[in-house]
């Protein structure tokens, strides 16, 4: 583990933090599901989180860590939808002022949570304007703390404890399947699955037209991509952070991708077939196994749902297609 910005042992921490503010998460089991696959599937729903999202226990993890002086004069993050959430409601219960970079076309279910839990929103063009350069500016103008959707130690570990607590509630893997986008997640379940159980093969699943993740794994340095035109809105990143890679060039066994077309037969599936409401990013490791990408058969696999946010009238058009 020489290198890496984070160990076990952060995670370890930061479910200490999370204890008494994020919910410890449902894992629900689908017998059609274990019939599809041939496997014993293991769904972490993360959709049940506060604010709907696994976003909440990075964001909570990195805010509680703040100085005084860095609380009192507040965060700035950018984000399409879901880290802003996770910030404004840790904000919130932190009584932390934030400040949130989001893209024009956000879900409006998304811009509208944000602002519910005292986020101030700060829209840019997600096609034409960079928002980490508009972050950054932000940051020093107002002498705010920069908190990036993923690439941050603190955010890693806090969402590393969503595969501790899986292992620790079903017990050990064969595999485990982890959506991605720019790998905030999927770093940090890596770590805590490799740690409780190193046998368990790693697998980052992300959309098909968004592989910037898959070409920086198959030729080990970060590809940078343009935005990614799908539906995985939470997936729509140019490029995995340079601490978010190191750690899944180290501990991730493979990375996969799926069809939009494909998501939205998991979501019709989570809607139908387990009563759930979950957002396309949310689809992506579960689709993955569903459809075949990753060959399960036999095995106990650990499927992450990682969101359910998804304005109802786009979840309404996606399972009527």
């Known amino acids: 583990m020489m290198g890496l910005s984070i160990n076990y042992e952060e995670v370890c921490k930061a479910a200490l933090r999370l204890k008494t503010v994020a919910h410890l998460t449902p894992v629900l089991r689908s017998k059609t599901a274990n019939q599809i696959t041939g496997s014993e599937l293991f769904f972490k729903c993360e959709n049940f989180q506060r604010m709907g999202a696994f976003k909440f226990r990075g964001a909570f993890n990195a805010l509680a860590q703040l100085s005084e002086e860095q609380r009192s004069k507040g965060v700035v993050a950018f984000s399409s939808g879901n880290h802003a959430q ?33 986020g101030n929103i700060v829209f840019y063009n997600r096609y034409t304007e960079d928002r980490e350069a508009i972050g950054q500016k932000l940051a020093e103008t107002y002498s705010l703390t920069l908190i990036p959707p993923f690439n941050h130690p603190h955010i890693i570990a806090g969402q590393g404890t969503v595969a501790k607590e899986l292992i620790e509630q079903i017990g050990e893997l064969d595999m485990l399947l982890v959506c991605l986008g720019g790998g905030g997640l999927l770093s940090g379940c890596a770590i805590a699955a490799k740690a409780l159980n190193p046998e368990c093969r790693v697998i980052g699943v ?44 180290a501990l991730v066994d493979d ?67």
């Open 206 to 249: 992300e959309p098909e037209a968004g592989n910037d993740a898959q070409q920086s794994f198959r030729t080990g340095q970060i590809v940078k991509i343009a935005t990614p035109n799908t539906i995985a809105d939470g997936a729509q990143t140019q490029a995995v952070g340079h601490h978010t890679f190191a750690i899944i060039q």
């Open 86 to 118: 996770a910030i404004a409601l840790a904000g919130q219960l932190l009584q932390i002022p934030t400040t949130i970079v989001m893209p024009q076309d956000a879900p409006p279910i998304k811009i509208a949570a944000s602002k519910g839990y005292g």
């Open 255 to 321: 990375i996969v991708t799926v069809s939009d077309a494909q998501l939205i037969k998991t979501l019709k599936f989570f809607a139908e077939r387990m009563k759930m409401v979950v957002e396309p990013t949310g689809c992506l490791a579960a689709a993955a196994a569903l459809e075949g990408i990753v060959q399960t058969e036999g095995k106990r696999v650990g499927i992450i749902v990682s969101g359910g946010n998804i304005d109802l009238k786009q979840f309404a058009q996606l399972v009527s297609l």
